[in-house]
């Protein structure tokens, strides 16, 4: 089946889809993106990844390049499009074509830019049996929240997670608390059994699957504490886990090599999945193509 993107008002093939070389996406990261789970058909947490958009647009200043409405419509013919039943669909919008300066040009049209695939998410196996992370200093920019295109340190920390065999970079801030993955939030379970992940503010991106899971703990009645956390709590913790739109609830198993509690995905870990997954009204997709 051909892929398709979408590109300032046009379907295109995918290897077709592109924009003009002095795109400010391009020459200065200035642009801000987001991604949607499809699962089953269906989008998950979808408003809240719009909500999502409209405040990183605000916070610099960029104007939605069409009505929310109109995305969701964009979305979906994509989806279908490329007949994705579970994968993602990207969302990027820039602020535009204009000549290289440093200031933000005036009257220019912004960039939007939509992709989408079919994913697997995680490998029975990786379910099973959990995921590796490793720990790196945290090396961005002091607006974290935007979820901006700007990822060359998240880049570095992906790649030295696979030099070492691991799924994800926790890093980790100079007063050695964990802010979060490259790509995701980080969670630990306390031997009380409390679900502790660092609160919302200008250091974390503040995940969509990260609320939702907070709402779906607080409603089962599990203790739920946000609070920055150390590395070395991290160790001694009962469970791990990691938060995304593509992974859900994700548990993981080892930390810097070490197993974090009995080695194994923890209960309250695969509680939290099972629920999420239920919330968005679909299956596990783990196993389907």
Same mark, same amino acid.
């Given at each position: 089946?051909?892929?398709?993107?979408?590109?300032?008002?046009?379907?295109?093939?995918?290897?077709?889809?592109? *924009?003009?070389?002095?795109?400010?996406?391009?020459?200065?990261?200035?642009?801000?993106?987001?991604?949607?789970?499809?699962?089953?058909?269906?989008?998950?947490?979808?408003?809240?990844?719009?909500?999502?958009?409209?405040?990183?647009?605000?916070?610099?200043?960029?104007?939605?390049?069409?009505?929310?409405? +109109? @995305?969701? @419509?964009?979305?979906?013919?994509?989806?279908?499009?490329?007949?994705? #039943?579970?994968?993602?669909?990207?969302?990027?919008?820039?602020?535009?074509?204009?000549?290289?300066?440093?200031?933000? /040009?005036?009257?220019?049209?912004?960039?939007?830019?939509?992709?989408? #695939?079919?994913?697997?998410?995680?490998?029975?196996?990786?379910?099973?049996?959990?995921? +590796?992370?490793?720990?790196?200093?945290?090396?961005?920019?002091?607006?974290?929240?935007?979820?901006?295109?700007?990822?060359?340190?998240?880049?570095?920390?992906?790649?030295?997670?696979?030099?070492?065999?691991?799924?994800?970079?926790?890093?980790?801030?100079?007063?050695?608390?964990?802010?979060?993955?490259?790509?995701?939030?980080?969670?630990?379970?306390?031997?009380?059994?409390?679900?502790?992940?660092? /609160?919302?503010?200008?250091?974390?991106?503040?995940?969509?699957?990260?609320? +939702? @899971?907070?709402?779906?703990?607080?409603?089962?009645?599990?203790?739920?504490?946000?609070?920055?956390?150390?590395?070395?709590?991290?160790?001694?913790?009962?469970?791990?886990?990691?938060? +995304?739109?593509?992974?859900?609830?994700?548990? *993981?198993?080892?930390?810097?090599?070490?197993?974090?509690?009995?080695?194994? /995905?923890?209960? @309250?870990?695969?509680?939290?999945?099972?629920?999420?997954?239920?919330?968005?009204?679909?299956?596990? /997709? *783990?196993?389907?193509?």
């Amino acid at each position: 089946m051909p892929r398709f993107a979408y590109v300032n008002g046009r379907y295109l093939p995918h290897d077709d889809a592109a *924009v003009h070389i002095e795109d400010r996406g391009f020459q200065f990261a200035d642009g801000v993106y987001e991604v949607v789970t499809i699962v089953g058909g269906r989008f998950a947490d979808l408003e809240g990844h719009l909500a999502r958009l409209d405040r990183s647009l605000r916070e610099l200043r960029m104007p939605w390049p069409v009505k929310p409405t +109109s @995305l969701r @419509l964009i979305m979906r013919e994509l989806a279908a499009r490329n007949g994705v #039943r579970d994968g993602m669909v990207y969302v990027q919008v820039t602020r535009g074509v204009a000549p290289r300066d440093f200031r933000f /040009p005036a009257d220019t049209a912004p960039t939007l830019v939509l992709t989408c #695939r079919r994913s697997r998410f995680q490998t029975a196996r990786q379910l099973a049996e959990g995921v +590796s992370v490793i720990t790196i200093p945290d090396i961005r920019w002091l607006r974290r929240d935007i979820k901006t295109v700007g990822l060359l340190a998240q880049s570095l920390g992906k790649q030295k997670a696979a030099e070492a065999g691991a799924y994800e970079a926790w890093q980790v801030d100079p007063d050695g608390t964990v802010t979060e993955g490259c790509s995701s939030n980080a969670w630990i379970v306390t031997a009380e059994g409390t679900l502790v992940t660092r /609160p919302a503010s200008n250091l974390i991106l503040n995940g969509i699957t990260r609320l +939702s @899971l907070l709402r779906i703990a607080r409603d089962l009645g599990i203790p739920v504490e946000e609070r920055p956390f150390t590395v070395a709590e991290a160790h001694a913790a009962r469970e791990a886990l990691m938060s +995304s739109a593509g992974s859900f609830a994700l548990p *993981v198993t080892r930390i810097d090599g070490k197993p974090v509690g009995e080695g194994r /995905p923890g209960p @309250l870990t695969l509680r939290l999945r099972a629920a999420y997954l239920a919330d968005v009204g679909a299956p596990d /997709p *783990v196993g389907r193509v």
